[in-house]
Each structure stands twice: as C-alpha cells, then as structure tokens.
C-alpha cells in the first residue's frame, strides 16, 4: 500500500522547457512566426467584465440561496478565467512588449470584476516561475514545507484546495517579498474605486457575487484543477503537464501548459499550433483530460499532496552555471544518494490513471 510523501521530489538536472525550446526551433524555424501578440484577447476580457457587471446587477435582490449558487457557478466561473487571463498580460500578449502602457491599463480592466487588486503583483512574482521553474526558494508557485505538512492528509487536502486562492496570493509576498511598486498602487486604487461604485449603486450583495466568486472560482472549482494538473508530479520524470479539454475554451488556453512553458512568447490561442507543428515533442508526454479528475485523484491518492512537486536546487540551473563559471562547489553527495533512493520507488497508483 503508498504512503503519503513526507518530502519534495528533488530533481539535480535544470528544467526541460529551455533545452527542448531550442531543439524544437532548430527543426521547426516556422515556429518563431508564432511568437508575438493577439489584440483579440482584449475582446475575450471585455465580453467577460461587462457580462459580470450585468450579473452584479442582476443579483442585487436577489435571495441567499440564488446568490450563492450563481456566486459559485458563475462569477466562480468568470472570475477564474479572468485570473488566467491576467496570466496572458503578464506576458504582454495582448499588446507586446512595445506597449506595456496598454497592457498594464487592460490589466487593470480585467481585474475590476475579481474585487481584489491581482494584476500587477502576480506579473511581479510569475516572471520567476517561469525563470526559476522548480527552483527552491525562488519559484513562487511552490509549496512551502509548511504547507505540504499541514495539507497531506485526505482532509488537508480538501482545504489546500480550497485555500488557493489565499496560498497562491500571500506565499509569494511572504516567502519572497518585493518592494511595493507604483503599479501595484494604482491596481489597488482602481480596484477600490470599481468596488466602492459597485457597493454603492448595486448594493453588498453585488460587490459580494464578484468578491466571494473569486475566491470561490479559484477554490475547489473544477476550473481550480488546472492549479494541481500543471506541476505537481503525476507520472515519475515528468514536471509540466498539458490539459486538452474543452475548459481550455473559457481559460484562454492555461491547459496547453507544456507549449506555454516551452514558448512563453506565443499567446493563448496560438498555442494548439505548437503542438500540430512539432507533435513528436507533445504527443507522448502524459498529459491530463479532466480537471476534475485531476482534483479527485489530487485528494483521493495517499502518495499524493503538496510533497509531490519537484523542487531543485539553484545551483543546477544554466543561470547558476553561467555566473559560477569557475564554481567546482557540487551539492551535498550524501543528500543526492537519499534523495535518489528515495525516488526510484515504482509507478503509483495515480501514475496508472494518468497514463
């Protein structure tokens, strides 16, 4: 019978995405026409934002239970998709790099709806994760030490789950903070005004539909699988997984993860063409159908939890290597050995159900 992880899975290579990117465009030039921006995600966000204001206004007399039930299936829904669409902005997809200013101003526009400053401090720290995937202590989408020994169990995990949306804010600013910026005081300015309009001509249970939609929406949402399904480890060796289900219609493609990661300069809706370009580099990888699959096994499967990241240290990064030249230091031999030992065990039960 598995047992629950009682450490992080610690990988001593770099991080895959880098090396195939090269491999790919070496074969596949073509690709790089791909790279660039698509104005039409701002279509996608202003369809989105009025639609919520018009529900804001809808729910305004509405009773508990109605608002509770749309509060979860729609704004839940809306909301959670706008989050991922500040994920494309964070990468300047909707403008390019060329026109920060309106990025930064359609940032702030998708963001009115989720009743919480995000934007601005999530591009902060997701430019890490993308630079340090995995690295411990400096990728802020890892879990803390922590966090993994307070959400193992079958229970903890349905509040790990549940509390993303506060994890995933607070673990950033708390284990590596960043001084405030400008930017990040307008996000909060502009989000104080919508919010304050909002309760003002519509009533707290308007502002209350959007606020609690989003904290409900990146919960335990079937949209929240997406959190669990990119990185944490299903199948042994493999660290980033694509999700091609029809969710991906509504989350500006967040699901073709794998491809994001390899070419984070193509945007979202680009992505499926990656995959039909180079398919001998995608179409092996293990990859997931159902978010709400990937949230059952997440909870149901012992071996499973927020142990089952892969974690490395810095020092096997390309970065590391390019500033250390003339570093002979190496990583503890001792620890290497253990923590090979201890991750040579054989397939488990969630890697059956993935493959």
């Known amino acids: 019978m598995s047992k629950p992880r009682s450490d992080f899975i610690w990988e001593y290579t770099d991080e895959p995405h880098a090396s195939r990117r090269r491999e790919i465009l070496a074969k596949y030039p073509q690709m790089k026409k791909l790279f660039g921006y698509d104005w039409r995600i701002s279509l996608q966000f202003a369809a989105t934002v009025l639609i919520q204001v018009f529900m804001a206004y809808m729910v305004r007399n509405m009773s508990w239970t109605e608002l509770f039930v749309l509060t979860y299936v729609v704004s ?100 590596m903070p960043k001084k405030i910026d400008l930017h990040e005081v307008q996000n909060l300015v502009v989000q104080l005004i919508f919010d304050f309009f909002i309760y003002y001509f519509l009533g707290y249970k308007a502002l209350l539909y959007l606020v609690i939609g989003t904290l409900l929406g990146l919960g335990f949402h079937p949209i929240s699988g997406h959190f669990i399904a990119e990185h944490y480890v299903f199948v042994k060796g493999y660290e980033t997984y694509s999700y091609y289900g029809p969710l991906n219609l509504i989350t500006f493609n967040v699901g073709y993860h794998n491809e994001h990661h390899d070419f984070p300069n193509i945007p979202c809706w680009k992505l499926p063409q990656v995959r039909k370009i180079a398919p001998e580099y995608y179409d092996n990888l293990p990859c997931h159908n159902s978010w709400i699959k990937v949230l059952y096994d997440f909870v149901t499967c012992t071996e499973m939890g927020p142990y089952s990241r892969i974690h490395r240290d810095y020092k096997v990064t390309s970065e590391y290597a390019i500033l250390n030249k003339n570093d002979s230091s190496t990583l503890d031999k001792q620890s290497l050995a253990k923590d090979l030992n201890n991750n040579n065990s054989k397939g488990t039960e969630c890697e059956k159900k993935i493959e």
């Open 76 to 175: 839940g829904t809306l909301n959670h998709s706008l989050s991922v669409g500040l994920h494309e902005l964070s990468h300047n997809l909707a403008f390019g790099p060329h026109r920060p200013l309106a990025n930064r101003l359609l940032g702030y526009f998708a963001n009115l709806p989720m009743g919480v400053p995000a934007f601005v401090t999530f591009k902060k720290y997701h430019r890490d994760h993308h630079k340090y995937l995995a690295v411990d202590g400096w990728d802020p989408d890892l879990p803390t030490r922590i966090e993994a020994k307070l959400f193992s169990s079958t229970l903890g995990k349905i509040l790990y789950v549940g509390l993303l949306p506060i994890t995933y804010s607070l673990r950033p600013i708390l284990v």
